[in-house]
């Protein structure tokens, strides 16, 4: 940008001293407005880019992306805590992240808005570019079966099973869905009938016989 600024003012300054030609200043003129066009640009995706690697690493506080499906944003109220953990580690404590407004983002191919959170971190817990499990607050109340998250196996395509006992020392693994987890249990939409029993201490080594996984 600064050398085509210089340019049009020199090629400006020899028109104007009749030492030039037009042609010339029309040119250099057409290459500060590529330059200024090309400058822009670059300052919008930087600025998309949000802060630098360097400023992040040293905030005592992370904003924390959250994908939710455009049919579920008017059952989350907005004005609520969200609680956020490690992903993978059931037993890590959760801690509060309030709700901050953040330019609107959002994935049309998946057909996800971006929910934005602010998360404490001056004890560097977290870091930038982690995934983490996030329970969002939900307006109302659902009833339904539950059980403790220890029961519950996934797949390698996140599906959800448990194991239901059948006859003594006989269990089937059996598809169920998770409505929400808090407090070490898990709110079912649908898979279990009311009385069914469920492993809840070995489900993992259940799944490890069945497909030959060592534990």
Do not use: C
């Not at 059996?174 to 898979?191: H, K, P, T, W």
């Amino acid at each position: 940008m600064r050398l085509a600024v210089i340019a049009y003012n020199r090629a400006d300054a020899l028109v104007r001293e009749e030492a030039g030609s037009v042609r010339g200043r029309d040119e250099a003129a057409a290459a500060l407005a590529t330059a200024r066009a090309a400058l822009d640009a670059a300052r919008a995706q930087r600025r998309l880019l949000g802060p630098s690697i360097a400023s992040m690493g040293n905030l005592s506080t992370l904003w924390v992306r959250v994908p939710v499906f455009g049919t579920d944003v008017s059952a989350i109220e907005r004005g609520r805590t969200a609680t956020v953990r490690p992903l993978g580690d059931d037993r890590a404590a959760l801690r509060a992240a309030r709700p901050v407004q953040a330019p609107p983002s959002a994935n049309a191919v998946a057909g996800t808005v971006d929910l934005f959170f602010a998360l404490d971190n001056r004890d560097r817990a977290y870091r930038v570019g982690q995934r983490v499990a996030v329970a969002l607050p939900l307006g109302g109340k659902a009833d339904g079966l539950s059980i403790p998250t220890a029961s519950i196996v996934r797949d390698i395509y996140g599906g959800e099973w448990v194991y239901r006992k059948t006859a003594p020392d006989t269990y089937v693994r059996q598809r169920i869905e998770v409505a929400s987890v808090a407090d070490g249990r898990a709110l079912l939409s649908r898979g279990l009938e009311r009385g069914a029993e469920v492993v809840t201490d070995g489900a993992a080594e259940l799944f490890g016989t069945e497909f030959g996984t060592p534990h």
